[in-house]
């Protein structure tokens, strides 16, 4: 059974920085399609960053050269994990970080992670 467990949100101020993490069980992250997705209040789930198996990565116009998506070191304790780094956050990148990936046809979501960014 696939899972992903997110950590890492908190509340921080505009220009502060955080760092998510998406532990996944049941799949092997360097040879699959990860992404991390965001939701605000009132507005539809929206694509932030995927990196794919060959590590081609994607960024949405709103969060480039702020956001940074990675995978942990293969051949240590963070193998199954991907990365978040968010700088220069703003009031706008509050949401509700997920991560995602697809197994066999299958969009599998994480839980969540809340981050909020306000003064």
């Known amino acids: 059974q696939v899972q992903l467990v997110e950590s890492g949100g908190g509340s921080v101020q505009p220009g502060g920085s955080l760092r998510l993490s998406c532990a996944a069980s049941?799949?092997?992250?360097?040879?699959?399609?990860m992404g991390w997705y965001r939701q605000a209040p009132g507005k539809e789930r929206e694509l932030v960053a995927t990196i794919v198996g060959g590590g081609t990565i994607n960024y949405a116009e709103a969060v480039k050269g702020r956001f940074s998506i990675s995978r942990g070191n293969p051949r240590g304790d963070a193998k199954n994990t991907v990365y978040l780094q968010m700088n220069g956050l703003n009031p706008e990148d509050t949401a509700v970080y997920y991560c995602?990936?697809?197994?066999?046809?299958?969009?599998?979501w994480g839980q969540g992670t809340q981050v909020t960014v306000s003064s």
């Open positions: 049941g799949i092997i992250v360097r040879l699959n399609g």
């Open positions: 995602k990936t697809n197994v066999y046809g299958r969009d599998v």
